[in-house]
């Protein structure tokens, strides 16, 4: 179904979430008006006549998700990686598959079926209530297959090539190595730039461009004042992974003298259209034993944004430090899903749980600051005040999540509920720009079944060529032991 100017769709929820006064607002048995690509009333009830209405008197409504940070691909590699990886590696999770076998060798990841990968990721981002994606670093070229699907599963998205000064490869010792070439950067830069240009706005302004240096360790000085040049030039924001790396904080200190996060800001790349993926180790977390603290306040007062991505960090045993500590000093927090699963509800309770254990303090990290984290930081690290909430003038992107549901159970507060109870299994309905985009739990773009065989057969073939990519061959499973042994066949025994 597609909504038709001119005609208006009323959904009638069971609680609604209306923005009001610059802040979300609780309506029971609301009601939220669509027409064209916008919200044209939220409120307890409508004077005008609907042309059709959307019963979800059992549903709880939301705005779309918006999903910060997100590895648009099936992440065929990192699936691999939980309960171990190299120890060397500091507990790092991608420099245990991604780095090809010596320099310019085979890599991981070349195997893979980009169509079938990216065609999942999207469908499982929707699925979960995900409708403002920002792709958080694809360095292949694989631009016109994002638009393809992107295009066609009706989401927003924030993208562009990724590009990077370096290159990690393993050497025959096994030892983790870094290429350092900044003209790759440079060149990739012109490709994301040209990239942007070319499609800046296309699918009704779905598409939008951000550049993306994908890694602040391998990024340089020059690359980062051309990237901080052209995001002005061009509109757009910046995103990169930045202290993801526990070598990569202390690298910098060591170099240059200054945390990250002051090198940053000493080059006048902060602002607030710069979007920090991770943000993990900087000054004051327990394990940099850098305890000399003032990075929060420099991102704060330069307003830039952090996408926390908790549940991919947590599976390698690292974490904020902390949600509230971040919050208090004014830094605007999105959330992200990063690599599996694309679930922002579970993101969510990961956020706030992480939050309230690494803070010792029952009281932080609330369900709602998650809640504003996931819908009003994401809006704002994009300079969007038309996503994230529910109010006459913004997108129509809902989410209709189902609360008739003995998983969720009986209901005093439904954003607590939400955070704590649902999954993105329970989102029934997803709107973006009014369309409908997911029924019934289902995307409508494409035969669910057939990208989930697709990408399955894409990982598959990906991890048999494992050890032909691995420095000394090594097979996939003494790598990444599976977390049970196969079943043995037991001997025929004749009676
Ligand atoms: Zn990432």
């Given at each position: 179904m ?17 923005f ?6 609780l ?26 209405t959307?019963?979800?008197r ?24 939980l309960d171990?990886g ?23 990841g ?8 990216i ?7 929707l ?19 994002m638009?393809?699907?992107m295009?066609?599963c009706?989401?927003?998205?924030y993208y562009s ?12 010792d096994?030892?983790?190595?870094v290429?350092r ?11 994301a ?35 901080r ?14 202290c ?38 900087i ?5 940099v ?38 919050q208090?000093a004014?830094?605007?927090?999105g959330?992200?899903?990063d ?19 690494i803070?010792m ?16 930081g994401?809006?704002?690290?994009l ?14 992107d809902?989410?209709?999540v ?12 439904p ?11 329970d989102?029934?309905t997803?709107?973006v ?15 669910e ?6 990408a ?16 000394i ?5 003494d ?13 025929t025994?004749?009676?």
């Open positions: 597609t909504q038709q100017d001119g005609k208006h769709t009323l959904i009638r929820a069971r609680w609604l979430v209306g009001q006064d610059g802040e979300h607002r309506i029971e048995d609301g009601v939220v008006v669509v027409q064209g690509d916008r919200i044209v009333h939220v409120g307890k009830e409508w004077e005008g006549e609907p042309d059709e959307i019963d979800a059992d549903c709880l409504a939301i705005p779309g998700l918006i999903s910060t940070h997100a590895h648009v691909a099936a992440q065929v590699t990192d699936r691999l990686v171990g190299r120890r060397d590696f500091m507990r790092s999770g991608f420099l245990n598959c991604a780095p090809r076998k010596l320099l310019g060798g085979p890599s991981l070349s195997y893979e079926d980009a169509d079938a990968s065609a999942y990721a999207f469908a499982s981002l699925r979960h209530g995900v409708t403002t994606i920002v792709e958080a670093g694809n360095t292949g070229d694989v631009g016109d297959i638009l393809q699907h295009g066609a009706g989401a927003r998205l090539p990724a590009f990077v000064t370096g290159e990690y490869f393993v050497d025959s096994g030892r983790l190595v290429h070439d900044e003209q790759l950067g440079f060149d990739g830069l012109e490709r730039i040209r990239f942007i240009e070319d499609h800046d706005g296309e699918f009704g302004d779905r598409y939008r461009g951000i550049l993306n240096p994908d890694e602040f360790y391998l990024s340089t000085p020059e690359l980062r004042r051309r990237t040049e052209a995001a002005d030039r061009l509109g757009v924001g910046i995103t990169m992974h930045f993801e790396q526990l070598f990569e904080f202390h690298e910098t200190v060591r170099l240059a003298g200054r945390t990250p996060v002051q090198v940053l800001a000493d080059e006048g790349f902060l602002a607030p259209d710069v979007l920090l993926g991770h943000c993990i180790y000054a004051g977390h327990p394990m034993a850098y305890p000399w603290e003032g990075d929060l306040e420099l991102i704060a007062g330069a307003g830039a944004t952090v996408a926390h991505a908790p549940l991919a960090l947590a599976r390698r045993g690292v974490f904020l430090s902390t949600f509230d500590r971040y208090r004014g830094v605007n927090i959330i992200g899903t690599s599996y699963p694309y679930d922002v509800i579970a993101e969510m309770r990961m956020a706030s749980l992480a939050g309230k254990l803070g303090d029952n009281e932080a990290a609330k369900a709602r600051d998650v809640f504003n984290a996931a819908t009003l994401g809006a704002k690290a300079g969007r005040d038309d996503l994230g909430r529910l109010a006459p003038g913004a997108k129509a809902i989410v209709l189902n609360f008739d549901n003995v998983a969720i159970g009986p209901v005093w507060d954003i607590r509920s939400l955070v704590m109870c649902a999954s993105g299994n989102v029934r997803v709107l720009g009014g369309k409908i985009v997911v029924d019934q739990g289902r995307v409508l773009f494409a035969d079944h057939e990208l989930l065989r697709k399955q057969i894409s990982c598959e073939t990906v991890w048999k060529e494992f050890p032909g990519t691995h420095w061959g090594r097979p996939l499973a790598v990444f032991p599976p977390a049970l042994r196969p079943w043995q066949a037991a001997p025994v004749l009676s």
